[in-house]
């Protein structure tokens, strides 16, 4: 995909949440979760360097070494040279309230890019905010699972 994104001269290409898998269970989605500076986003790093284009990837289950059973939600921009230019943390998680961090929008080749990923849609002020902030672009990769899709989703 990033490299025929790169032969149509795209600046920029965008993966869903869950990008690296969709596990079974928690425990599943714990054991395999990475750290950021992992294979999986060495691997990334190093196409963007390649093929000369920004990447947004939606959702990486995070390892965090403080608390490796509990891995983050990241969506992690990328750019052109394989440096991470923003990492947001998932902030608005089902069954769960801890402090999060806002991440300001980032500067990309398509422009300024807010930062988000899925359930953070049914909460308007991260869009507000984004939108103060300077965002002209708002992301919201998902990943829906039947049951889940069902449950926030009208589908007919």
């Known amino acids: 995909m990033i490299e025929r994104a790169s032969e ?5 290409v965008f993966f869903p949440e869950c990008f690296d ?4 269970n928690r425990e599943e989605n714990v054991s395999l979760a990475t750290e950021e500076d992992g294979p999986i986003m060495d691997r990334f790093r190093s196409l963007a360097k390649e093929h ?8 990486l289950h995070n390892k965090d070494p403080s608390e490796p059973e509990k891995p983050w939600n990241s969506h992690i921009v990328i750019d052109e040279e394989g440096e991470t230019r923003a990492v947001y943390n998932k902030l608005h998680l089902f069954d769960l309230e801890i402090p999060g961090k806002m991440v300001p929008p980032v500067d990309t080749p398509i422009g300024r890019l807010g930062l988000s990923i899925c359930y953070d849609l049914r909460f308007a002020e991260l869009a507000i905010w984004n939108r103060k ?3 002209e672009i708002l992301s919201y990769p998902s990943a829906f699972t039947l049951n889940t ?3 926030h989703w009208e589908v007919s």
Not at 8 to 12: A, H, I, L, S
């Open 8 to 12: 149509r001269r795209c600046k920029m």
């Open 21 to 24: 898998f969709v596990g079974r």
């Open 52 to 59: 000369k284009l920004w990447i947004s990837l939606g959702g």
């Open 133 to 135: 902030k300077g965002a």
């Open 149 to 151: 899709g069902l449950a």
